[in-house]
Nanobody, 120 residues
Framework: QVRLVESGGGLVQAGGSLRLSCAAP??????????VAWYRQAPGKQREPVAG???????TYANSVKGRFTISRDSLKNTVDLQMNSLTPEDTAVYYC????????????WGQGTQVTVSS
């Protein structure tokens, strides 16, 4: 596998939860992956960072999701999950997994995205 593969999107009511998962190889096209992040793009809006995690387990979050979303990684399975709680309609977006060697705000590789829809 030499690509990022997202799973877990879907439709949920406001206040509900969803868990996204990204299968992220440790090395992609000769580049060591040190950071994996989740981004999202809502209709008519720019893509924005949501959360990131380093290979050492350090995490960072956008202010809009702090306290509601949790990013985690399973080093044995090479997966990075995004647990999303207390979802609101404003969280509706296509969620993308992204990865790269360094800055979570400058990923090198992108997944195809998974749709998350939160109904009111």
């Amino acid at each position: 596998q030499v690509r990022l593969v997202e799973s877990g999107g879907g439709l949920v009511q406001a206040g509900g939860s969803l868990r996204l998962s990204c299968a992220a190889p440790r090395i992609m096209f000769g580049i060591r992956i040190n950071v994996v992040a989740w981004y999202r793009q809502a209709p008519g809006k720019q893509r924005e960072p949501v959360a990131g995690i380093t290979s050492e387990g350090g995490t960072t979050y956008a202010n809009s999701v702090k306290g509601r979303f949790t990013i985690s990684r399973d080093s044995l399975k090479n997966t990075v999950d995004l647990q999303m709680n207390s979802l609101t309609p404003e969280d509706t977006a296509v969620y993308y997994c992204a990865a790269g060697p360094g800055d979570w705000l400058r990923p090198t590789f992108w997944g195809q995205g998974t749709q998350v829809t939160v109904s009111s």
